[in-house]
T-cell receptor, first 118, second 109 residues
Framework: GAVVSQHPSWVICKSGTSVKIECRSL??????MFWYRQFPKQSLMLMATSNEGSKATYEQGVEKDKFLINHASLTLSTLTVTSAHPEDSSFYIC??????????????FGAGTRLSVL | KNEVEQSPQNLTAQEGEFITINCSYS?????LHWLQQHPGGGIVSLFMLSSGKKKHGRLIATINIQEKHSSLHITASHPRDSAVYICAVRVQGAQKLVFGQGTRLTINP
């Protein structure tokens, strides 16, 4: 089945540093990628939607200058948490929607990245 | 009130039991997903439904569009089925998914 690879799976960083998370669709082309954030025992919260080659659409309350999203190709999107602070510590999950009528509208999820900011 | 409501929130059962998790939604949808999230966090897409019923191994998912309701069933449950099961809908005309709060399932041996 389709695979979405997310890297790194776990990162610890100092407050004030930036962290980049990569999301790759390994065996399919993804026109749209989604970035989610999940707090403990809560459901996924959509942060932004990115379409290949265009600017990401951020959800209300999500700072676009803090959470930089780049979707430069049909197989790669990155989320950069800039000047991270302890309150940014969370579980970040990416998802990719497959291109192609046979897989239309199916979203595949990455394994997630656990970010801990000290 | 959330657009997507799941019940129960927590479910504990013995190995071998038949499990049902319910999902109700209040908006028009183009598709409904059932997702599984294990303790490590990774999410697996189990089903995508727009009508009827789908079966994969011991898992069965049904949807009733008129009643705006879906169910996920697990037959012959096993401890490895222990996970959080999440219902998510794609609202008509939108790209994004709206998630239920999840059902935490624990299967005891």
């Amino acid at each position: 089945g389709a695979v979405v690879s997310q890297h790194p799976s776990w990162v610890i960083c100092k407050s004030g540093t930036s962290v980049k998370i990569e999301c790759r669709s390994l065996d399919f082309q993804a026109t749209t990628m989604f970035w989610y954030r999940q707090f403990p025992k809560q459901s996924l919260m959509l942060m932004a939607t990115s379409n290949e080659g265009s600017k990401a659409t951020y959800e209300q309350g999500v700072e676009k200058d803090k959470f930089l999203i780049n979707h430069a190709s049909l197989t790669l999107s990155t989320l950069t948490v800039t000047s991270a602070h302890p309150e940014d510590s969370s579980f970040y999950i990416c998802s990719a929607r497959a291109l192609g009528h046979h897989a239309k509208n199916i979203q595949y999820f990455g394994a997630g990245t656990r970010l801990s900011v000290l | 009130k959330n657009e997507v409501e799941q019940s129960p929130q927590n479910l504990t059962a013995q190995e071998g039991e038949f499990i049902t998790i319910n999902c109700s939604y209040s908006v028009g949808i183009s598709a409904l997903h059932w997702l599984q999230q294990h303790p490590g966090g990774g999410i697996v897409s189990l089903f995508m439904l727009s009508s009827g019923k789908k079966k994969h191994g011991r898992l069965i998912a049904t949807i009733n569009i008129q009643e705006k309701h879906s169910s996920l069933h697990i037959t012959a449950s096993h401890p490895r089925d222990s996970a959080v099961y999440i219902c998510a809908v794609r609202v008509q005309g939108a790209q994004k998914l709206v998630f239920g709060q999840g059902t935490r399932l624990t299967i005891n041996p």
